[in-house]
């Protein structure tokens, strides 16, 4: 029952970023780095000529000294890729209304900030001239530090692999090694080395992965396992042939699962995520017989080998617009080899309300308005990704599609796209043709209270919500409980197949 290394992407949540607001009185004044210079007629954060706070210049004995109002803050976008921080990035303020107010580009240190109104409005553009991604989140307070991540840029690379020099197991006849949900097979006992391809998800953000050797008998069993951790790739995408240390572990352990209140109108899974390194290993089960008083599942672990468990169960559905999941993850200590048995639980009654639909009005081609419904106010939900998808033509006269993603609290069911300046040349063209139902995620639990706990991390977790994926839910940062609902037309998730357990 182990996942083979997942091909479902929803190319629309593929990057995210997370953003901060400021106080509406305030006049749109850009803020500059230290050795950046102003602009011609463009005015420095603060003015170098105010007077220091005291008293007044005529004020005379028993006046009380004037405090100067300390300046506000300014937002602060921070955009990164798999190789650092990128520079040259194009970041776009606007005001609650997504009225345009000031465009910068990310410096050195791919850093760009300004100084806003309170509710503002930051869209990062992001991606390549053929395929750009844009995400925008509403609601930013002064202050923020908003985190962008470019996913358009991450890339596959290959690495070697040396099995353990100790003898397998007695019963070995084959091996499988993972890193993460990639995978290699060597189909005979004889075999000692080969290659693995890494796609972006089985590689952490420090460009670092693990490796998991299982010694597998002639009906695939595991009899043993070995593994490495930490493994970096080089700067050119490849690794060197690492050696996974001795020894082959022959004590497997257990993960139990019990699961509480499964309707018998849903299409349950449940998934279980070693996570070593900051990559899942996945194995799930999609045979679970749902059953109002609960179920269980049992899936192998690997003591020693995982930093923390990931359990998941989905509640697959549809309506006569799309198709829905409502996902319930738990965060645990991983099992040890001295304690190689444990058992979570999850209860179906905590999920989210379910997403029943949305729709989009694209009446204004350059800035449409998504729209959608739930089954009931999603009031524990921290924030909602809503997605939207187009095509048009490039510069060369080429096509290329896109996604826009809209960042906003949970209470909003109904949001607009900001202007966009004429001038950038990876927004929607004017003859951009939209996809007619947007994608719409919304989640809560674990780290998120509100919203304003999702706005300063929520580039890292819209990058890993992939609608038709398993696992949904993101990797929990503690132990705890996440909650993901998600609606989506199954034609826009690209990659789609079925998985074969």
Request: with cysteine.
């Amino acid at each position: 029952m182990r996942l083979r290394r997942m091909t479902w992407i929803l190319a629309p949540l593929s990057s995210s970023i997370a953003l901060g607001c400021f106080d509406s009185s305030v006049d749109d004044v850009p803020f500059f780095a230290p050795d950046s210079g102003a602009s011609d007629g463009a005015a420095p954060l603060v003015d170098a000529t105010m007077p220091e706070a005291g008293l007044a210049p005529d004020a005379g004995p028993g006046v009380d000294a004037a405090e100067e109002p300390a300046p506000p803050s300014p937002v602060t976008v921070v955009v990164r890729g798999p190789g650092g921080p990128e520079s040259g990035k194009t970041i776009v303020f606007s005001d609650a209304a997504g009225a345009l107010l000031a465009t910068a580009t990310t410096d050195a240190h791919g850093v760009a900030a300004q100084i806003l109104p309170a509710g503002s409005q930051v869209t990062a553009l992001l991606g390549t001239s053929d395929f750009p991604q844009l995400v925008t989140v509403t609601g930013v307070q002064p202050g923020d530090t908003l985190t962008a991540v470019d996913g358009a840029l991450q890339t596959t690379s290959q690495a070697g692999f040396q099995l353990p020099a100790a003898a397998p197991p007695d019963t070995t006849t084959q091996y499988e090694v993972l890193a993460g949900n990639c995978y290699q097979e060597l189909a005979s006992v004889d075999a000692s080395a080969g290659l693995i391809d890494l796609d972006p998800t089985c590689v952490n953000s420090a460009g670092q992965f693990p490796l998991l050797a299982l010694a597998q008998d002639d009906v695939g069993a595991t009899v043993g396992f070995a593994f490495d951790k930490g493994i970096a790739i080089d700067a050119d995408g490849g690794a060197p042939a690492a050696v996974i240390p001795p020894p082959w572990v022959t004590v497997l352990g257990q993960e139990a699962i019990t699961l509480g209140h499964i309707a018998d109108s849903t299409a349950p899974y449940l998934s279980l995520s070693e996570f070593s390194s900051g990559v899942p290993h996945t194995q799930y089960d999609f045979d679970l017989t749902p059953v109002d008083g609960g179920a269980a599942a049992n899936f192998e672990t690997h003591p020693g080998y995982a930093d923390f468990v990931q359990a998941e169960l989905g509640l697959q559905g549809s309506t006569s617009a799309g198709s829905t999941i409502n996902a319930i993850a738990t965060r645990a200590t991983a099992p040890s080899v001295a304690s190689p048995t444990q058992t979570l639980s999850i209860d179906a009654d905590a999920a989210l309300p379910t997403i029943t639909g949305a729709s989009l009005d694209s009446t204004d081609v350059l800035r449409p308005r998504v729209t959608f419904t739930s089954t009931s106010p999603l009031t524990d939900a921290a924030g909602t990704f809503m997605t939207l998808s187009w095509q048009d033509g490039d510069a060369d006269g080429g096509a290329r599609a896109g996604t826009w993603t809209l960042v906003v609290p949970s209470s909003v069911t109904s949001a607009q796209a900001p202007a966009l300046p004429a001038s950038v040349a990876l927004g929607p063209a004017a003859t951009a043709l939209w996809d007619a139902t947007p994608t719409v995620a919304a989640l809560g639990g674990g780290p998120f209270a509100g919203y304003d706990a999702l706005r300063s991390t929520a580039a890292e977790v819209g990058v890993a919500l992939k609608p038709a994926s398993v696992p949904l839910v993101p990797a929990l940062p503690a132990d705890g409980t996440m909650k993901v609902t998600v609606f989506y037309e199954t034609a826009n998730v690209e990659g789609v197949v079925t998985p074969s357990l």
